[in-house]
T-cell receptor, first 117, second 112 residues
C-alpha cells in the first residue's frame, strides 16, 4: 500500500515554462487536493476534487489548472511558471464524509519542491 | 481576524519536558479538530483527531478542545528528540477535507 505518491519530488523550471505534477493514490479515496506550503503562510488549498471528473477552486487557484480523469490520479498543471510559484506542493486524499468513516482525515504525499527561476 | 491562529514558535525544550501547543479559532461552525505532525522535508501526517469539545489521549499525546473559548491544545508528555517536528492544527465543519483550515504550524525542537 503506497498511499499517496507524488511525481516528481524536485524540479527547477525557468519562468514561462510549463509542467505537470502527478498525484496517485491507492486508497480508493473520493476526495483529492493540491496544497502549496510556503514559509510563514502554512498550507493553502489550490484546487480539489470530490470525485472522478470533477474539480473545484480552492483558496489560491490562479496560475494553476487541474484534472481528475481517473479516480486514483489528480494532476496539477502550471501553464506558464512564475517565480511566485516557487513552493512545496502537497497532494492529499481523503474519504468522502460518510463513505467509510465520519473522519475526513487527509492523507498527504511527500511533496514536490518546485523552484522557478 | 484570521480563522485559525497558531503561534509559529520556534519552540525549543529539553528532553522529558511537557510541551503545550495551541491554536485559537474564530469560526463557531468548526466541529472537528486535528493535529498533524510534519517532519522536515516530509508531508504532514495525522497525529490526533477530536470531534467537538473534550479531551482525547493517545500515549504521550493529549488533545483538548474548548469550544466555548475557541481554543485547542496539544500536550506532549515526556517529550523525546523524535518529537522534533512542525505541528499543524487543522479544523473544519460539515463536509470534506476541502473545508479544513490549517494553522501555520509550530516548529518544535526537543533537545537531548
Amino acid at each position: 500500500n503506497a498511499g499517496v505518491t507524488q511525481t516528481p519530488k524536485f524540479r527547477v523550471l525557468k519562468t514561462g515554462q510549463s509542467m505537470t505534477l502527478l498525484c496517485a493514490q491507492d486508497m480508493n479515496h473520493e476526495y483529492m487536493y493540491w496544497y502549496r506550503q510556503d514559509p510563514g503562510m502554512g498550507l493553502r488549498l489550490i484546487h480539489y476534487s470530490v470525485g472522478e471528473g470533477t474539480t473545484a477552486k480552492g483558496e489560491v487557484p490562479d496560475g494553476y489548472n487541474v484534472s481528475r480523469l481517473k479516480k486514483q490520479n489528480f494532476l496539477l498543471g502550471l501553464e506558464s511558471a512564475a517565480p511566485s510559484q516557487t513552493s512545496v506542493y502537497f497532494c492529499a486524499s481523503s474519504y468522502r464524509p460518510g463513505q467509510a468513516t465520519l473522519n475526513t482525515e487527509a492523507f498527504f504525499g511527500q511533496g514536490t519542491r518546485l523552484t522557478v527561476v | 481576524q484570521k480563522e485559525v491562529e497558531q503561534d509559529p514558535g520556534p519552540l525549543s525544550v529539553p528532553e522529558g519536558a511537557i510541551v503545550s501547543l495551541n491554536c485559537t479559532y474564530s469560526n463557531s461552525a468548526f466541529q472537528y479538530f486535528m493535529w498533524y505532525r510534519q517532519y522536515s522535508r516530509k508531508g504532514p501526517e495525522l497525529l490526533m483527531y477530536t470531534y467537538s469539545s473534550g479531551n482525547k489521549e493517545d500515549g504521550r499525546f493529549t488533545a483538548q478542545v474548548d469550544k466555548s473559548s475557541k481554543y485547542i491544545s496539544l500536550f506532549i508528555r515526556d517529550s523525546q528528540p523524535s518529537d522534533s517536528a512542525t505541528y499543524l492544527c487543522a479544523m473544519g465543519g460539515r463536509g470534506g477535507s476541502e473545508k479544513l483550515v490549517f494553522g501555520k504550524g509550530t516548529k518544535l525542537t526537543v533537545n537531548p
